[in-house]
């Protein structure tokens, strides 16, 4: 089983539409959960943390459930340019960062 | 957060030969990560680079294939040794920024024919 797992996608999605991504990972004692964004031919930058709690940055939501050991991003009203690949990571000893293989999302006019 | 300088960016090496792919971060950090990611691929840790000391290597990667140097806290480099084909990929190093994830650098495509 692989540490880090998320839904490959592709999700193609027209403007305006709501998407959700899940990740789900499978060490218990994992400490600290990011979202990151990958745009094609570049590399991975930090979308944002996920809190036990859930955050929200305007129209991205995190998420996260510790008992079922997953961490969801929301997107609400998609834009063009939230086209890329979204990676999931899990630290799970502060310095060991474990990331999904990520979902690719397409945002269509 | 840090800011990484990354180099070279892309390169098309001959089987057998080394490549050494280098990064300069503008602060100083503990440690730096080195990862490949294959396309369509998620990034594999292959290393943590320690200043000082050796680095520490991932199962499936070994010192004498990637030898890696962190001369001081800013600078490290990974060496991707007798290359074949199958090391085509792209190469990032990366360090952490406190408690809020990590900043990569921009990459090293390798093609290696």
Known sequence: RKEVEQDPGPFNVPEGATVAFNCTYSNSASQSFFWYRQDCRKEPKLLMSVYSSGNEDGRFTAQLNRASQYISLLIRDSKLSDSATYLCAVNENNNDMRFGAGTRLTVKP | ?113
Not at chain 2, 27 to 33: A, H
């Open chain 2, 1 to 113: 957060s840090a800011v990484i300088s990354q180099k070279p960016s892309r390169d098309i090496c001959q089987r057998g030969t080394s490549l050494t792919i280098q990064c300069q971060v503008d602060s100083q950090v503990t440690m730096m990560f080195w990862y490949r990611q294959q396309p369509g691929q998620s990034l594999t840790l292959i290393a943590t680079a320690n200043q000082g000391s050796e680095a520490t290597y991932e199962s499936g990667f070994v010192i004498d294939k990637f030898p890696i140097s962190r001369p001081n806290l800013t600078f490290s480099t990974l060496t991707v040794s007798n290359m074949s084909p199958e090391d085509s990929s792209i190469y990032l190093c990366s360090v952490q920024v406190s408690a809020y994830g990590y900043t990569f650098g921009s990459g090293t495509r390798l093609t290696v024919v």
